[in-house]
T-cell receptor
């Protein structure tokens, strides 16, 4: 099993350009997440999905859009990139949570994005 | 906003010593999790402790949780150079399902 994979690994954009980051998981997980990690800030949740066709906003959703058309894929889009979006982006997935059912998150290797 | 705050921000020890990291949080939680991140890599789950548990062990890891003080600690015994990494606590709180909120992490350096 590959686990959680992310494409691409690195990307440099110019301000105003758009791009899509792809996350794929082969663990049949219901839940998927997009985080950004900035120096000294830890991980902050951008958007997440609790199932195919559903998405929800996290802590820092502005400037990003997501789609979950297939259970195994979670796409993160930047419509008009800004230098403030320079960061390392991590995708994660997990089994569903429930009453007293808690599950760990499995992370991808990250995408390092620089916006000039 | 960040829920968990780790302390210290950085820790440097020798191989064989124990490493203790602390995490404080602000609101009630369902569970608290610890993750490790090696440089340039994704996070890896280490251990999960539920709000009704006070202590949990996994190999060389020992986690404690004090909900009255809203704090947790992660102890790594007999540290190895391979334990060099950043360690993050993450809390899941509220009623029903809630997402994880990560702290800023403790950077651990274990020297041979």
């Amino acid at each position: 099993n590959a686990g959680v994979t992310q494409t691409p690994k690195f990307r440099v954009l110019k301000t105003g350009q758009s791009m899509t980051l792809l996350c794929a998981q082969d663990m049949n997980h219901e839940y998927m997440y997009w985080y950004r990690q900035d120096p000294g800030m830890g991980l902050r949740l951008i958007h997440y999905s609790v199932g195919e066709g559903t998405t929800a906003k996290g802590e820092v959703p502005d400037g990003y859009n997501v789609s979950r058309l297939k259970k195994q894929n979670f796409l993160l889009g930047l419509e008009s990139a800004a230098p403030s979006q320079t960061s390392v982006y991590f995708c994660a997935s997990s089994l569903p949570a429930g009453a007293w059912v808690y599950n760990e998150q499995f992370f991808g290797p990250g995408t390092r994005l620089t916006v000039l | 906003s960040q829920q968990g705050e780790e302390d210290p921000q950085a820790l440097s020890i020798q191989e064989g010593e124990n490493a203790t990291m602390n995490c404080s949080y602000k609101t009630s939680i369902n569970n608290l999790q610890w993750y490790r991140q090696n440089s340039g890599r994704g996070l890896v789950h280490l251990i999960l402790i539920r709000s009704n548990e006070r202590e949990k062990h996994s190999g060389r890891l020992r986690v404690t949780l004090d909900t009255s003080k809203k704090s947790s600690s992660l102890l790594i015994t007999a540290s190895r150079a391979a334990d060099t990494a950043s360690y993050f606590c993450a809390t899941e709180g509220g009623s029903g399902y809630s997402t994880l909120t990560f702290g800023k992490g403790t950077m651990l350096l274990v020297s041979p």
